[in-house]
Nanobody, 124 residues
Framework: QVQLVESGGGLVQTGGSLRLSCAAS????????MAWFRQAPGKEREFVAT????????SHADSVKGRFTISRDNAKSTMYLQMNSLKPEDTAVYYC?????????????????WGQGTQVTVSS
């Protein structure tokens, strides 16, 4: 069992930056591939970024590529999402997720553990 807690969300103006964190506890963090997903009101949960167990391989959704960067620190059992040049369409609840494999995935249903989410609101 892995427990995930997100933090770092908030209200920011268009063009601003935020850094989300996802703190993990319960099992060996490096055994899991990790990801960020987001869900806007009335929309399905969508993939944002994923990272393999070591951090050597990452993938980002086209909508955030060049603006968001996923990373992890296995010594701190923490994953991050640096978000720059934020846009109003980035407004959503952001969730971190863990997968019981070292290889990452873009699919919601391939993740086993989820955090409670953190709200990100970008004002225009």
């Amino acid at each position: 069992q892995v427990q995930l807690v997100e933090s770092g969300g908030g209200l920011v103006q268009t063009g601003g930056s935020l850094r989300l964190s996802c703190a993990a506890s319960g099992r060996t963090f490096s055994n899991y591939a990790m990801a960020w997903f987001r869900q806007a009101p009335g929309k399905e949960r969508e993939f944002v970024a994923t990272i393999n167990w070591s951090g050597s391989h990452t993938s980002h959704a086209d909508s955030v590529k060049g603006r968001f960067t996923i990373s992890r620190d296995n010594a701190k059992s923490t994953m991050y999402l640096q978000m720059n040049s934020l846009k109003p369409e980035d407004t959503a609840v952001y969730y971190c997720a863990a997968r019981r494999f070292v290889l990452p995935s873009l699919l919601v249903n391939e993740y086993d553990y989820w955090g409670q989410g953190t709200q990100v609101t970008v004002s225009s």
